[in-house]
């Protein structure tokens, strides 16, 4: 077999992730966020839904489902957040790179998106946050007196 002189042969690996300090960094920084926005926001619904707690604690309601409503409270506040986030993220960051690439005779752009540390955020860090609720949510209330 004879090969031109000029002929060359390249082998491409495709996408290799590297494990950097940025992007851990990052994922801290949005698993921070995520916990405490949840939290904030739970410790709000929670004192919203006082009355009803105490209402469920009145008819006899176990102890347990204070703490049920919480974790699945703080679960779904987390994640809508998370995911609107990183819709919100990836969006621009898609176009910013198609613009970048639109010129003449530019290559196309090639998208790639962290996808472990995405699926880590959206789906993972809202069901740690609602179990941390749950088990940080206490148990029973004290009932008040009625005004009415």
Do not use: H
């Not at 002189?5 to 992730?17: D, H, I, K, M």
């Not at 994640?79 to 639109?102: Q, Y």
Request: aromatic share 4%; net charge positive.
């Amino acid at each position: 077999v004879r090969l031109d002189r000029f002929a060359t042969l390249e082998v491409e690996r495709g996408y290799q992730p590297t494990g950097d300090a940025l992007s851990l960094a990052l994922t801290g920084f949005a698993a921070l966020v995520v916990l405490g926005a949840a939290g904030i926001a739970t410790g709000l619904a929670a004192a919203d839904s006082r009355q009803d707690q105490a209402t469920l604690a009145a008819v006899g309601a176990p102890p347990r489902i204070r703490r049920s409503m919480a974790g699945l409270q703080c679960t779904l506040i987390a994640l809508l957040g998370a995911l609107l986030g990183a819709v919100n993220g990836f969006v621009p960051a898609v176009g910013l790179l198609k613009s970048r690439a639109s010129g003449f005779g530019a290559k196309p752009a090639l998208i790639t998106a962290p996808w472990g540390e995405l699926l880590l955020i959206v789906l993972v860090l809202p069901v740690v946050a609602g179990l941390l609720a749950a088990l940080l949510t206490r148990s029973r209330i004290p009932l008040g007196r009625r005004l009415s």
